[in-house]
């Protein structure tokens, strides 16, 4: 048990995960814009003094669950870089880990990755993702993108946003190939490019 979070409540727990999934069912069917507060606690099966007790309102639940959302893949992430196989590379690891994590979710992710309708969340992961290239390009000290002249800030912006683009287009065609494969397919992509 972490000891830094405090305990939450079961019945939240399950209350915001109704909300949610009544959210992810109605932007299936409809635009954003004529989603209400009235529909997801109906859909939900909870009054709407309910859906206030989590939310203040619509835009305050997209951001909530696109925090959710980051948080989720930031432990797929970290647990990824956990497991020791000393013959893998740490960011197919990184990338299995978080297609893993979005296959298990498949349904909330082809709603709000693979649709244009709810751009908070794209943003979210690709400021997520931009972190985590920085990150990994800060621990090595020569990278072949400086050897070849690439600037760090550039390399970046067209890492994270291949990485989306790629996440999106396998949502968007039904998930044809496990996590695993498109990783290693990601990879060979990635070992051509510098």
Request: no cysteine; hydrophobic share 40%.
């Amino acid at each position: 048990m972490n000891k830094d979070k405090p305990r939450i409540d079961p019945r939240i727990i399950r209350t915001r995960q109704l909300l949610k999934d009544a959210f992810v069912e109605l932007l299936q069917e409809m635009d954003i814009e004529k989603i209400t507060v009235n529909r997801i606690a109906e859909r939900a099966t909870v009054n709407r003094v309910t859906f206030y007790l989590h939310y203040r309102d619509i835009p305050d639940m997209l951001e909530k669950l696109a925090d959710e959302m980051s948080e989720e893949i930031r432990t797929a992430l970290d647990s990824s870089m956990m497991q020791p196989n000393a013959t893998e590379r740490v960011d197919y690891r990184i990338m299995v880990g978080i297609l893993e994590h979005i296959a298990q979710n498949a349904k909330f992710y082809k709603v709000v990755l693979g649709s244009r309708r709810t751009p908070i969340f794209t943003e979210r992961l690709l400021k997520m993702m931009s972190e985590t290239i920085l990150q990994k390009l800060e621990h090595e000290k020569e990278t072949s993108i400086s050897r070849a002249g690439i600037q760090k800030d550039i390399f970046i912006w067209y890492s994270s946003a291949a990485l989306i683009g790629t996440i999106v287009s396998w949502l968007r065609h039904d998930m044809p190939y496990t996590p695993e494969y498109l990783a290693q397919q990601f990879s060979l992509l990635r070992s051509h490019q510098v």
